[in-house]
């Protein structure tokens, strides 16, 4: 069926260097993305999310792109810290009919010093 | 703590044996979902519930397990006869379900050990 995916199961950043996760979606329907962060035995805590109807949006040291043409999502986080040491997912949501979000497998994050 | 709490955190239990987890969401949300979670993967939608309706089931929710939010706010997921495989986190999350695309928020989640 259709899913959302991720590029790469593993990243390793030296800290202070940018991190770029990349996600894939195949539904075209999809209109709300959200990226969670997720440490070892805790629930997936929300970093940030974006609307179709957007390209870009920026938080707090991250930034999220939607590139709907090649169904393309990714995660920049700047000034990547120890702490972001994670695994990352991105989610999809088609519509507001109070769908559950589907996710894909999750890239994991090493920061090294 | 405002956010979405999930008790017990940790349980181990006997094959054959029923067990009980319970999910309080953000006061507000009136929308609350549970999702399972195995090692390696992202968490898998079970069932969600609109205030005490529950609107959809997946297919990974066996006839074993049952779900209940009789009054709108707390929710109970149930799993009897437990089986090896049922062994996984149970993550519960919440959302407002007023506003358009909101965000799930979820709860630290139960991890369950199927002996």
């Known amino acids: 069926g259709e899913s959302v995916g991720l590029h790469l199961p593993t990243l390793s950043v030296q800290e202070g260097d940018n991190s770029i996760i990349n996600c894939a979606y195949s539904?075209?329907?999809?209109?709300?993305f959200i990226w969670y962060k997720q440490e070892s035995g805790k629930g997936p805590q929300f970093i940030i999310d974006?609307?179709?109807?957007?390209d870009k949006r920026q938080g707090q040291r991250v930034t999220v792109l939607l590139n709907k043409t090649v169904k393309h999502l990714s995660l920049q986080i700047a000034a990547t810290q120890p702490g972001d040491s994670a695994v990352y997912f991105c989610?999809?949501?088609?519509?507001?009919?109070?769908?559950?979000?589907?996710f894909g497998k999750g890239t994991s994050l090493l920061v090294t010093p | 703590d405002t956010g979405v709490s999930q008790n017990p955190r940790h349980k181990i239990t006997k094959r054959g044996q029923n067990v009980t987890f319970r999910c309080d969401p953000i006061?507000?949300?009136?929308?609350l979902y549970w999702y399972r979670q195995t090692l390696g993967q992202g968490p898998e939608f079970l069932t969600y519930?609109?205030?005490?309706?529950?609107?959809?089931k997946s297919r990974l929710l066996s006839d074993r397990f049952s779900a209940e939010r009789p009054k709108g706010s707390f929710s109970t997921l149930e799993i009897q006869r437990t089986e090896q495989g049922d062994s996984a986190m149970y993550l519960c999350?919440?959302?407002?379900?007023?506003?358009?695309?909101?965000?799930?928020?979820f709860g630290p989640g139960t991890r369950l050990l199927v002996l």
């Open positions: 989610a999809e949501n088609v519509g507001d009919s109070g769908y559950a979000l589907n």
């Open positions: 974006i609307r179709s109807n957007m």
């Open positions: 519930f609109q205030n005490e309706a529950q609107l959809e």
């Open positions: 539904n075209s329907a999809s209109d709300y």
């Open positions: 999350a919440s959302r407002n379900g007023l506003a358009v695309q909101e965000t799930q928020y």
């Open positions: 006061s507000e949300h009136n929308r």
